[in-house]
């Protein structure tokens, strides 16, 4: 699906044009052009990347293709993002879609898969604001803002399952939580995976390098690297702190087995007498003066009984049991 809207300082004057329409509007440099690319098709694609903006064969490869990192190209006259946004369609576990943008001196071109959150709010702050969309550095960080601030309910659920793996740790009853771990910790890797070069992209961005970001916008851009710098420093909490947890997880499972086995020692020990009586008046001999005793069943019982409670007795003094 294509979107398209036409700004002129900062008002929205037009929406979704056809493909002849966006050329001329392309050539007006008076106007600021946004196409959206909502997953579309292979000829949707054509016509715009390399119909009307005209890109580098290479960007509208790396746009096409899912890029697992984000990164940033400069190009003669565009920039071209590659970025990570949260996927919200998948509410089982933390995942990423690809979101690419390709920034002009008067147009920005957006590209992705999936519906995303922050495109449609940037979308509905520039209708309804006027003066939001004046530059299209400035669409580009709102929409950057806009995907950072989506990364807090992700940090938040994060922080909330490290909890109650700790209470279920930390707790009588630990259960099963190598699944429940390992999870986490995948989620964890994948957002420092995500953030970290992302930062990088920002970063460059809040330099000045580049001629398409203007000076006014640099400060705005800074802030959001500091952003994901404290997400970045949050999941390396996050990850330290599961480490610690499973640590302990290990610990109290190794702990727990060898009470079993100290329980299971203990039922040895305390047979034990009984185990050697036993067999010893079970072997086959012709003539053993104790078995033509009188007493000597009642001797024998009464052995038996007194050397298991003391046995008994030794290993609650030794905490076996």
């Known amino acids: 699906m294509i979107q398209s809207f036409i700004f002129s300082e900062g008002r929205h004057v037009g929406s979704d044009l056809e493909i002849e329409a966006l050329r001329l509007v392309r050539a007006d440099k008076g106007l600021i052009l946004w196409v959206d690319l909502d997953n579309p098709t292979d000829e949707e694609i054509k016509q715009v990347l390399e119909g009307v903006f005209q890109f580098h064969p290479l960007a509208i490869e790396d746009c096409v293709t899912d890029s697992p990192l984000p990164k940033i190209e400069d190009y003669d006259d565009y920039l071209?993002?590659?970025?990570?946004?949260?996927?919200?369609?998948?509410?089982?576990?933390?995942?990423?879609?690809?979101?690419?943008?390709?920034?002009?001196?008067?147009?920005l071109v957006t590209f992705h898969r999936k519906p995303l959150r922050s495109v449609q709010s940037v979308i509905e702050r520039c209708l309804k604001n006027s003066g939001t969309a004046r530059a299209p550095d400035r669409i580009v960080h709102l929409l950057l803002d806009t995907m950072v601030d989506n990364y807090k309910p992700v940090t938040d659920e994060l922080r909330a399952e490290l909890e109650e793996i700790e209470e279920a740790v930390l707790g009588t009853e630990t259960g099963v939580l190598t699944a429940q771990l390992m999870q986490v910790r995948s989620e964890i890797n994948l957002l420092r995976q995500i953030v970290r070069p992302q930062r990088e992209v920002v970063g460059r961005l809040s330099r000045g390098d580049n001629k398409l970001i203007r000076s006014v916008m640099l400060p705005y851009f800074r802030d959001l690297r500091d952003d994901l710098l404290r997400i970045d420093e949050t999941a390396a909490n996050y990850a330290d702190q599961l480490l610690i947890s499973f640590d302990l997880y290990l610990s109290k499972s190794s702990f727990q087995a060898n009470d079993g086995i100290k329980a299971l020692t203990a039922l040895t020990a305390i047979s034990l007498p009984?185990?050697?009586?036993?067999?010893?008046?079970?072997?086959?001999?012709?003539?053993?003066?104790?078995?033509?005793?009188?007493?000597?069943?009642?001797?024998?019982?009464?052995?038996?009984?007194v050397l298991t409670a003391l046995t008994w007795r030794w290993c609650k003094r030794k905490k076996w049991l």
């Open 274 to 305: 009984a185990t050697v009586i036993g067999s010893w008046y079970g072997m086959n001999y012709k003539y053993m003066p104790e078995l033509s005793w009188r007493y000597g069943y009642l001797v024998c019982a009464i052995v038996t009984i």
């Open 80 to 107: 071209f993002l590659v970025t990570r946004a949260v996927d919200f369609t998948r509410t089982e576990k933390f995942d990423t879609t690809e979101f690419d943008i390709f920034l002009g001196k008067d147009y």
